[in-house]
């Protein structure tokens, strides 16, 4: 797994600061307060088991295996493959994130997504949102569900 970390400021007036960010192969993980962690797949880019697992894997590293509260968002003709989504929902997935909150982009999107909550089923909480403002605030109603 190839990482590079730098400081950044999220411009969105709702977002908690952040406190820095992983840029991995297919994903920006950004670190947030209030135990968020926003995960960005980068434009064009097909989501694999190899970066759910390096996703996962930078997680639980910063948060030195406390669980996350996942803010998940997608650019431009990105997604995932059906055997990342099915990781990603997998029991392996629940010891990391807490809730899911994912930010549809297009109608497309959010059949893929829905498809997620659905049929994947992760063993979490797991909300679709139409924009980061609302995602954030139902993480926030959710951090009961991370570890003391």
Known sequence: ??????????????????????????????FLEGDVVHAHFKDGMIGSVDDVKDLFQAIEEERKGRKALLMVSVGLGSSMTNEARAMASGPESNHVIAADAIIVRDFGHQMSANAFVRYNRPGRPAQLFPDQASALAWLAQQHHLIDP
């Open 1 to 30: 797994m190839q990482v590079s970390v730098t400081s950044c400021i999220n411009s969105h007036p709702l977002a908690p600061f952040p406190m820095h960010t992983v840029d991995l192969k297919a994903v920006t993980v950004t």
